[in-house]
């Protein structure tokens, strides 16, 4: 699930990967953790062309739970 942007949110965390796959689930649950609630920021992802496993991380990440807020 890849929502739109909807404009209303309070912060865009912009995330430039590329073959980052060892490191982009501790990110996301980084995120996940942080105080401000889920509907007040999103989290971009721009992956340039990673040849691992980063965009089914960020994939699965997304699809636990669809209040997330994340634009790839």
């Known amino acids: 699930m ?6 209303d949110v309070d912060v865009s965390v ?5 073959d980052r ?3 982009i ?6 995120l996940e953790s942080q105080t401000l609630r ?3 920021f999103e989290v971009i992802v721009t992956d340039d ?3 691992d496993q980063t965009a089914r ?3 699965n990440w997304v699809s636990q739970d ?5 634009l790839i």
């Open 2 to 7: 890849r929502p739109e942007s909807t404009g």
């Open 14 to 18: 912009v995330v430039p990967v590329r």
């Open 21 to 23: 796959a060892t490191v």
């Open 25 to 30: 689930g501790d990110l996301l649950h980084a």
């Open 38 to 40: 889920r509907e007040r």
């Open 49 to 51: 062309a990673s040849r």
């Open 57 to 59: 991380i960020v994939d």
């Open 66 to 70: 669809p209040t997330r807020r994340v």
